[in-house]
């Protein structure tokens, strides 16, 4: 795999057109097969995403071909910034992108599914049932699969990365013990439904990429964030947050690996083969990553006086206060979908489903717009 300057990619970038005639698109094909495809993420290259999803799985496509597929990788913005990866394959400024579709939900609208609270799961749990999801082949209302109806029409072929460990509330001090502080947090939120969700418990919506956040925090521009503990390191952030609420889980944010299906099917079946060969090979050690990371931010936070406080030892008007904004979210999400003509009940349930087939837990939730299957809707909060 190589690394190469924001100049090398400049000038490989004026020779798309003439590149894209060889091999469906790949950006480096010679004539004796051999090609190097460009790869790109706006995220630092320390991210586990990046260091433990992509790195182990381009590594493992040069090993089962042989060399005959290389890398030219792109990081931290250098090339593609957050959140315009899945663009820039579609554009052709790269071949490949590790991308970010919860960020763009006009394009990608029932991705952000995987964060809707709910009672129990890790990053293992979560990334399983992100693949099921993916891989399945239940029809929705709208006579499509998932994957077909967020991917496969818009022309991409994607792999899904494990999925972040739970999403929790951390702040730079502000703790959380009265209804009234819950009320007067003002946090980052990253998705439509952590919007939903703040909305619905009185908390002040931050929209801010991630990349942003630490000089941002740093000044004091807002309390904190629903945020993975795992990814602190990615940003600095195991250094600012001084108070974490865990215990209730605001969801797992997702990400894939996509390509065009043009340039997928540009390539040799030997090269496709190795492709899905090495996925599986390195996909569920992605997601033990951010079960490490997030012991060792824990271990290091604590060893800088942060504070980590259990949900379930807050004052109980606390805790009804913000489970009612966990049901609320999940009706309001189902009908935001509804709404604009998308399938929501159905893979709302379909998410819930496959998560607790996974070894998750989902709030016991008895509102009419998810009442039913009731197959698997068990354990509350």
């Not at 060399?67 to 931290?76: A, D, I, L, P, S």
Request: charged share 20%.
């Amino acid at each position: 795999m190589k690394n190469s300057k924001l100049v090398a990619a400049l000038a490989a970038t004026s020779c798309l057109a003439a590149l894209s005639a060889c091999g469906g698109g790949a950006s480096g094909d010679g004539g004796d097969g051999a090609m190097t495809l460009r790869v790109a993420t706006g995220l630092s290259d320390k991210h586990a995403w990046w260091s433990d999803g992509m790195v182990p799985w381009m590594e493992r496509v040069e090993e089962l071909t042989d060399g005959e597929v290389t890398f030219e990788t792109y990081t931290g913005g250098e090339l593609v910034e957050v959140p315009d990866e899945a663009e820039a394959v579609r554009n052709g400024t790269v071949d490949i992108a590790l991308m970010l579709p919860i960020y763009t939900p006009d394009q990608f609208p029932m991705t952000e599914v995987t964060m809707l609270p709910i009672s129990s799961s890790d990053s293992l749990v979560a990334s399983e049932a992100w693949q099921a999801l993916l891989d399945s082949d239940q029809e929705l209302s709208d006579g499509k699969t998932y994957y077909e109806s967020q991917f496969g029409d818009q022309g991409f072929k994607v792999w899904p990365l494990s999925t972040t460990q739970p999403y929790v509330i951390s702040t730079t001090g502000q703790e959380i013990d009265s209804v009234d502080t819950v009320e007067g947090l003002s946090l980052r939120t990253p998705s439509r439904i952590h919007n939903m969700y703040a909305e619905k418990v009185g908390v002040d919506s931050v929209t801010i990429p991630a990349v942003e956040m630490f000089d941002a925090l740093s000044r004091g521009a807002f309390d904190g964030s629903f945020y993975s503990i795992a990814d602190w390191s990615g940003y600095g952030f195991q250094d600012l947050f001084q108070y974490t609420l865990t215990d209730i889980n605001f969801g797992h944010f997702n990400s894939v690996i996509g390509m065009t299906q043009d340039t997928w099917d540009g390539l040799s079946p030997e090269v496709q083969d190795a492709m899905e060969q090495a996925h599986e090979d390195v996909f569920m050690a992605g997601a033990q990553e951010w079960v490490d990371r997030t012991d060792e931010m824990i271990e290091y936070n604590t060893d800088q006086g942060g504070r980590f406080v259990s949900f379930d030892d807050l004052d109980q008007s606390v805790q009804d206060h913000m489970l009612d904004g966990v049901e609320d979210t999940w009706t309001d999400y189902i009908d935001l979908l509804e709404e604009s003509g998308q399938p929501g009940k159905d893979v709302a349930l379909l998410w819930r489903d496959l998560l607790v087939e996974a070894g998750g837990e989902v709030p016991e939730l008895s509102l009419i717009h998810i009442s039913e299957p009731t197959r698997l809707l068990s354990i509350s909060y």
